[in-house]
């Protein structure tokens, strides 16, 4: 592998992309040419960062340089000020990035946004090229899933979940180990392991980040999940409005079973498992997970009676075990990290991290991952940085349309299921 | 109207589509997904025809296609433009954007102009709340939009061929 | 069985551990109210009518789809299980064209029903109508109103799943959501085989049978018009139930007075042309069996069934049998033979037929069904049409004296009077066909292997040596099934019936309705009505068409024999294709 002295991430998330952050990279790889850096300096396309109100975004590391709002005009003058010359382009950092009392830089973790944040969903959000297999199996990915396979039994992998209190992420808060055994306990010649990436209430974007920035992530999971319930073949049921999530699955598959971690003997284990995409059409209810299996089956999405649960008789009437994308994107890090690790963070109840999407009028709009047990206000001043232009606060919505409008004297709502 | 190309070549994408990937769970969304970007939309003669494929109703299809919004009977314009009325671009004020683009084109919502050369919709949320609010023009995303700023990007798309 | 304990509204019962919420609560005499729910086709908790408290679970619970548990507490009437259901109703009235006293289901409708049961003090929601109705009467045979719609999805699944058409589906989503064929097309178009299944279940007025009362009203009424009622074998099996009484009463005598007191000219029955379809379908089938003719022949009663074959079959159209349906032979008989008898202009005669069909309706328009320009029938009306011309009248039918037909086409054998049930074409065509073969008068003639509700028969019959392989189907959905192994040649037949109605005509689409409360009781209407008619044919002395004296007169006086060059003008008919959703061709 080549050794390079600096990295330029640019964020490829669905916000990004569509303010010319494509465009930006060219242009960048364009003039590192031109001044021949190329041999020293790596330009690496990202999932979203998450600060979404800043983009396009623009990463230097080894210094963590934190560039916002940067132009397609502006990728010459980093090239040459930053990456030939060493000097910082100060008028393009984040406003916060820079202390106007010392004019010291600070790094992109050191700013508030970032620093009062907890990741473990969006872990390789905006770390990682999406794209490429290696740099997911370079921070650590993979190795749950080979964990699983060569050293746990499916009754240790279901009772490492169960004990690491993880609970639904998709709304419900229902016991994610639980539903894992429940579908387990099910026997059929064939089951499932489906997605639900329908993500549809308005405002929300976690889904698509997690799915745009780590797909693999969310393939590892559902392949350990297979495993765990004893499931051949998996589902994701993603938006057709996400395109740019459905291409890195996409690619992410292909990598997968290129790789040998999807298909037919999964390292070497004699463990086969599957994974197709199913896109959505633009209805809303398909969120739901009967009428997501009814859309999956091809037919309207009407919801189905309960019970049977899908646990029971879901996807072609067959066991089928669904979990929402950021559950799975938790799952890596617990069989990596240990259910005591997971189970440590949060509140009694509530487990682990969650993550938000941050929207409206507020001033950081994008993405964050914080404990479970952070209160509201934290989360929209603290790393939100509250109402634009000094207006006064009115009221947070929270959990979609069937969510509640929640005025200034909840603020201090820890957050919890 | 936007011209509907229903000639044998196509027919025959679709057969491919079909035959490539035939199987007890196929089920008929990705059927569907094919003809519409086959076809651009899913006509009569479109749901006849993989009605007799799949063995199953006319009817079963209708209501599969009339339940789900990207899918479309008739013909859409050149270029279809989505406003996103999710609510962070709502308060953001795309109700105006949206307005604005009616009065440009001088078309309602689920409307082509006369020309076939745009579709206006109104979409559910896009997920790019951070750009709120947020138009897509085929798959273009402009982001952060003022009313004032829709006639330039229409213009765009009027040059283009 | 297993069963399990249940608290019902504080006192325990112990019911089979498969019942539902539902079954529990009716077992003990509860009438849980429900509106979707049809036991069996339409099982989709969706209306939320039947909702129910269940300790320990947060929301209610729709009891028609919910199982039972050993230990389970339920309450069906507190205050929340109530004001839910109040709240429920209130809502699918805010949508529902409310014009009660001007409708044809007035006093006949589930919904009314329910709103009676829960004495509404008002509708407080605003009547919110985003689309505009859509009334569809361009049909011959069923109208479709979706302002009274309360999208229970109970056609819709009726059609999928008993008649195999998928024909009505739900369209569009949210508020848009209604209920028709594809593109909304008229159902001329639309693949559908007019069996009325979906008239019979729906629960208010959204599909009908295209209305005839007023039609014949006005030719009775006319001074200058012969009017002349048949009557099939499957009304007298249910009128009765119109008024009141049980399902499985028969009632042939009081409908035949009934029926005259309406001040007709002529009361006939059908059934007497049930047996000349017998003579000429009958001798048709041997004529191909010795003949090398198109087999297997398929009987050709049902217009539901033909239009199954033109719509999707029209490969096996030389299959059919040619003759045309009972009534509408009848329909030519009267306007010839008759009208020569008793010196009428077949011009004045106006033959109306009473049918327990939704599909006559529209095989009386075919253009094939007229001798000399002259229609052979003017008027079809449903069970529950001439109910309604009965009660209009006044006539007082559960009180009445029971009559007889009228002469000369009044006779009728029992072999004409079991058309009405599945199977009963086969069986009367067999005892006509096994005596011709064997030259014998037979005593063996109930073919048992033929009747009852199985959705598929088949037999095997040494009929006077000849080995005869015969199968049965009825409704749609069988029908399917067996017409696909037949087209593949997994099965292979000489004769084969097929009705397009589940049970057969006993169950047609112009029978009096049953409501979703008996039929989720497990009753089971087809077999009582059914009954009616295999204990009339019991009764009867003579059983076989062919001994049938009035009929063989026919032949003697006028007809020559069966399948003569006569009997072909007026008795017989051709079948063509019929594309589904007709697209110009590009």
């Excluded at chain 1, 300096?41 to 396009?56: H, I, R, W």
């Excluded at chain 3, 230990?71 to 699918?92: A, D, H, P």
Aim: hydrophobic content about 35%.
């Amino acid at each position: 592998m080549r050794l390079y002295r600096s990295h330029v991430l640019i964020c490829g998330g669905t916000g990004c992309t569509s303010s010319r952050s494509n465009e930006i990279k060219q242009e960048m790889e364009k003039y590192i040419t031109e001044f021949g850096l190329e041999n020293e300096v790596q330009v690496v396309m990202t999932g979203c960062f998450g600060l979404c109100e800043a983009g396009p975004i623009v990463i230097v590391y080894p210094e963590g340089t934190f560039y916002s709002r940067v132009k397609v005009e502006d990728a010459k003058r980093i090239v040459e000020e930053h990456l030939l010359k060493g000097r910082i382009v100060k008028d393009l950092l984040y406003y916060e990035a820079i202390t106007e009392v010392s004019d010291t830089v600070k790094a992109v973790n050191e700013v508030e946004f970032y620093a009062k944040q907890m990741r473990i969903a969006l872990k390789n959000c905006g770390v990682i090229d999406p794209e490429s297999i290696d740099e997911y199996i370079a921070v650590d990915g993979y190795k749950a899933l080979a964990k699983v396979l060569t050293e746990m039994t499916p009754e240790q992998v279901i009772e490492e979940i169960t004990k690491s209190r993880l609970r639904g992420r998709g709304g419900a808060g229902f016991p994610t180990g639980k539903k894992w055994a429940f579908a387990a306990s099910y026997q059929a010649n064939q089951k499932y392991v489906a997605c639900n990436a329908d993500e549809g209430d308005p405002g929300a974007f976690m889904d698509r980040s997690i799915l745009e920035g780590t797909p693999h992530s969310v393939l590892e999971a559902m392949t350990i999940a297979g495993y765990a319930i004893g499931a051949s073949k998996g589902y994701i049921y993603v938006r057709a409005e996400y395109p740019i999530a459905v291409k890195r699955l996409n690619i992410a598959i292909k990598q997968a079973r290129e790789y040998g971690l999807l298909g037919e003997n999964i390292l070497g284990t004699g463990f086969n498992f599957d994974i197709e995409i199913r896109l959505g059409a633009g209805a809303f209810v398909c969120g739901e997970e009967t009428a997501l299996i009814e859309s999956i089956e091809g037919k309207r999405g009407m919801p189905r009676v309960r019970p049977p649960f899908p646990a029971e008789k879901g996807i072609w009437g067959k066991p089928t075990l669904l979990n929402n994308v950021e559950t799975y994107a938790n799952i890596p890090a617990i069989i990596n990290n240990g259910a005591e690790w997971f189970a440590s963070i949060g509140t009694e109840d509530s487990k682990g991290t969650k993550v938000f999407a941050l929207g409206g009028k507020i001033k950081n709009t994008g993405l964050v991952e914080v404990p479970m047990g952070t209160t509201l206000r934290e989360v929209i001043y603290g790393i939100g940085g509250g109402c634009p232009n000094g207006k006064k606060f009115k009221a947070v919505q929270t959990g979609g349309p069937s969510g509640g409008c929640l005025p200034e004297k909840y603020l201090d709502t820890p957050i919890s299921y | 109207m936007a011209k509907l190309d229903l000639s044998k070549e196509n027919f025959a994408k679709l057969q491919n589509f079909i035959d490539e990937n035939r199987s007890e769970t196929m089920g008929l969304m990705p059927v569907l997904h094919a003809a519409q970007e086959i076809f651009g939309c899913i006509p009569l003669e479109v749901q006849k025809y993989i009605a007799k494929e799949l063995s199953i109703s006319v009817a079963d299809i209708y209501g599969v296609v009339t339940f789900y919004s990207r899918f479309s009977t008739e013909p859409v314009g050149d270029n279809l433009i989505g406003v996103c009325l999710g609510t962070a671009c709502y308060v953001k004020g795309s109700q105006a954007i949206l307005d604005r683009f009616k009065k440009e084109l001088g078309i309602d919502v689920e409307q082509t102009t006369e020309d076939g050369k745009f579709t206006l919709t109104a979409t559910r949320c896009l997920g790019a709340c951070g750009l709120a609010p947020v138009v897509t023009i085929n798959n273009d995303v402009y982001g952060k939009l003022v009313p004032n700023e829709v006639p330039k990007i229409l213009a765009k798309y009027q040059k283009e061929e | 069985m297993n069963t399990v304990k249940i608290t019902i509204n504080n006192r325990e019962y112990e019911v089979p551990s498969n019942y539902t919420i539902l079954d529990a609560c009716r077992a003990a005499q509860i009438d849980v109210p429900t509106l979707c729910f049809l036991k069996d086709i339409n099982e989709t908790g969706a209306c939320r009518m039947c909702v129910v408290e269940v300790e320990g679970t947060r929301n209610l619970q729709a009891s028609c789809v919910t199982p039972v548990r050993n230990g389970m507490v339920v309450k069906t009437n507190t205050t929340r299980v109530i004001n839910s259901q109040k709240t429920t109703l209130e809502l699918l009235l805010a949508n529902h064209n409310i014009e009660c006293l001007v409708c044809n289901r007035n006093g006949q409708c589930e919904l009314q029903d329910l709103a009676e049961r829960f004495q509404l003090k008002d509708i407080y929601f605003e009547n919110y109508k985003k689309r505009e109705p859509i009334y569809d009467d361009a049909s011959v045979s069923i109208v479709r109103d979706t302002s009274k719609c309360v999208l229970c999805g109970r056609c819709v699944s009726v059609c999928k799943k008993q008649a195999g058409m998928s024909v009505l589906t739900f369209i569009d989503r949210g508020f848009e959501t209604h209920v028709g064929p594809a593109f909304d097309e008229k159902m001329e178009y639309a693949g559908c085989i007019y069996c009325g299944q979906c008239i019979n279940v729906c629960p208010v007025d959204a599909l009908k049978e295209k209305p005839h009362i007023e039609l014949v009203w006005e030719a009775i009424n006319d001074p200058k018009k012969h009017v002349v009622f048949q009557t099939a074998p499957a009304v007298r099996a249910a009128i009765a139930e119109e008024f009141g009484k049980e399902i499985g009463t028969g009632a042939t005598g009081k409908m035949v007075a009934a029926i005259k007191r309406l001040g007709v000219n002529k009361v006939f029955d059908t059934n007497f042309a049930a047996d000349l379809t017998i003579m000429e379908e009958g001798f048709e089938l041997i004529d191909r069996l010795q003949n090398g003719g198109k087999l297997p022949m398929f009987t050709s009663c049902s217009p539901g069934w033909i239009r199954i074959i033109e719509q999707y079959y029209p490969e096996f159209i030389p299959n059919l049998s040619t003759c045309k349906s009972p009534h509408q032979m009848f329909g030519a008989i009267i306007k010839s033979y008759y009208a020569k008898k008793m010196n009428i202009d077949p011009k004045d005669i106006f033959v109306v037929s009473v049918m327990p069909c939704s599909c006559k309706k529209s095989e009386m328009h075919r253009p094939e069904m007229a001798v000399n320009g002259n229609r052979d029938v003017d008027a079809v009306l449903t069970t529950r049409e001439v109910a309604k011309m009965i009660k209009q009248a006044g006539i007082d039918f559960n009180n009445l004296p029971d009559e007889d037909f009228d002469h000369p086409l009044g006779e009728y054998s029992g072999a004409g009077v079991i058309f009405g049930a599945t199977g009963g074409v086969m069986e009367a065509a067999l005892r006509t066909v096994a005596d011709v073969l064997s030259n014998q008068d037979l005593k063996e003639i109930d073919y048992n292997v033929v009747r009852g509700t199985e959705g598929i028969k088949e037999a095997e019959l040494d009929i006077a040596g000849h080995k005869i392989r015969v199968a049965v189907a009825h409704g749609g959905a069988n029908a399917k099934k067996l017409m696909d192994m037949i087209k593949s040649g997994e099965k292979e037949y000489h004769f084969v019936e097929i009705m397009g109605c589940n049970g057969g005509c006993v169950n047609g689409g112009g029978q009096p309705y049953v409501n979703a409360k008996t039929r989720n009781s497990g009753l089971d209407h087809r077999k009582l009505r059914a009954q009616v008619l295999y204990n009339e044919d019991k009764s009867k002395t003579v059983r076989k068409s062919h001994l049938n004296k009035d009929v063989m007169k026919l032949y003697d006086e006028f007809l020559g024999k069966p399948n003569s060059h006569l009997a072909h003008e007026l008795l017989h008919t051709h079948y063509h294709q019929r594309e589904i959703f007709p697209t110009q061709e590009n």
